[in-house]
């Protein structure tokens, strides 16, 4: 008896520089790993810094519209600098838009060193942990709002109780999927902030603990930001899940792809109750674009975390195994540049080899 394959419709927005060749890696892994009982479907939606360039707006409000209506949106990195809105700014950008707008209010950032990955880090300690970082609030929320003149300038970081208790949640949701910190396999959730200093990290580290008597099981941990910093480079596999506000979930989550093999390796879910959306943590690299010198790790790994949240989870465990695979065969080697040693396409056809092993 022949059986229908499931279907998903997948949008795919390809981005700016070496967004679109990252993107294609990306769906020809998930085509070759998706096998007869799932049929991807792909539609191409115009969005970013090419598009503002050519209408005047980043996103359109229709293709806006038709985004909550897929079951997954896989995007590439977006952004050129030399594409730029009258007050200055990127014009291409489309966090602001998105994350906002569909509010996609945790952006989850897995922080995996594969084997065959040579270590920035000395010692052999595993570093497997996720950044859960809040994605509609914080500083970030003034973007576009800051006011100042020639003499001072002033942003304003907001929390509000729902938006903290909400990320929060996911966190320690998220810490009980998991088997723990490498170190010594306890399923622990980090609160980071600066609640010695700033009345909002305060806050935030308040509502925390009132979440966390919430889980007995998962063990409640603290760092300040700086403190923070520090041990994600000294002693990375104490960690298991981290909880932090918009900004400092930007910078820490780079501090951790260094210790991992760079930003090349570092994927991303912006995930909401509803609409989710999934992309490389790295810009657009535009010096670099069409000379197959991109990594396109982080974007096929977004394409794993999109797989699991269409409920796909066969089809993400076949993408991530044979990521693995690749790196520790010696399939893929990463330059100190960043780049694959044989090109964008070779290490997309590794991976691809390596789902039949």
């Known amino acids: 008896m022949t059986t229908t394959p499931t279907p998903y419709e997948i949008a795919l927005i390809p981005g700016d520089g070496i967004g679109p060749e990252l993107v294609d890696s990306a769906v020809q892994v998930l085509e070759a790993a998706a096998g007869p009982d799932i049929a991807l479907r792909f539609t191409t939606e115009?969005?970013?810094?090419?598009?503002?360039?050519?209408?005047?707006?980043?996103?359109?409000?229709?293709?806006?519209?038709?985004?909550?209506?897929?079951?997954?949106?896989?995007?590439?990195?977006?952004?050129?600098?030399?594409?730029?809105?009258?007050?200055?700014?990127?014009?291409?950008?489309?966090?602001?838009?998105?994350?906002?707008?569909?509010?996609?209010?945790?952006?989850?950032?897995?922080?995996?060193?594969?084997?065959?990955?040579d270590r920035p880090l000395r010692g052999t300690a595993p570093i497997d942990y996720v950044i859960v970082r809040e994605n509609t609030?914080?500083?970030?929320?003034?973007?576009?709002?800051?006011?100042?003149?020639?003499?001072?300038?002033?942003?304003?970081?907001?929390?509000?109780?729902?938006?903290?208790?909400?990320?929060?949640?996911?966190?320690?949701?998220?810490?009980?999927?998991?088997?723990?910190?490498?170190?010594?396999?306890?399923?622990?959730?980090?609160?980071?902030?600066?609640?010695?200093?700033?009345?909002?990290?305060?806050?935030?580290?308040?509502?925390?603990?009132?979440?966390?008597?919430?889980?007995?099981?998962?063990?409640?941990?603290?760092?300040?930001?700086d403190a923070a910093g520090h041990d994600l480079v000294a002693n990375p596999s104490h960690f298991d899940v981290l909880v932090m506000e918009n900004f400092l979930g930007d910078i820490l989550s780079d501090v951790g792809a260094a210790t991992i093999g760079g930003l090349g390796m570092c994927p991303a879910g912006n995930i909401g109750d509803g609409t989710a959306y999934f992309e490389p943590i790295h810009g657009s690299a535009p010096t670099i674009a069409g000379r197959d010198l991109a990594n396109p790790t982080s974007q096929i790994l977004a394409a794993a975390m999109l797989a699991d949240r269409i409920g796909a989870a066969g089809l993400a465990q076949r993408v991530r195994a044979a990521v693995r695979a690749a790196y520790e065969g010696g399939h893929i080697r990463i330059l100190p540049t960043g780049s694959p040693e044989a090109g964008t396409a070779a290490a997309t056809r590794a991976i691809i080899d390596a789902l039949g092993d």
């Open 46 to 117: 115009d969005a970013g810094a090419d598009t503002y360039r050519r209408t005047g707006s980043a996103l359109s409000d229709e293709t806006f519209a038709r985004l909550s209506g897929y079951a997954g949106i896989l995007k590439g990195p977006v952004g050129l600098p030399e594409v730029r809105k009258p007050d200055g700014t990127e014009g291409g950008l489309l966090g602001g838009i998105l994350r906002g707008g569909l509010d996609t209010y945790v952006n989850e950032r897995p922080m995996t060193l594969l084997p065959g990955i």
């Open 137 to 225: 609030e914080g500083l970030y929320l003034a973007r576009g709002l800051g006011v100042g003149n020639d003499h001072a300038c002033t942003d304003q970081l907001l929390m509000t109780r729902p938006g903290v208790e909400r990320v929060v949640r996911y966190a320690f949701e998220l810490a009980r999927t998991r088997d723990g910190a490498p170190a010594d396999g306890v399923r622990r959730v980090t609160c980071v902030d600066k609640s010695n200093v700033l009345r909002t990290f305060a806050f935030f580290r308040q509502i925390f603990d009132e979440i966390g008597e919430q889980y007995p099981d998962i063990e409640r941990d603290y760092r300040y930001a």
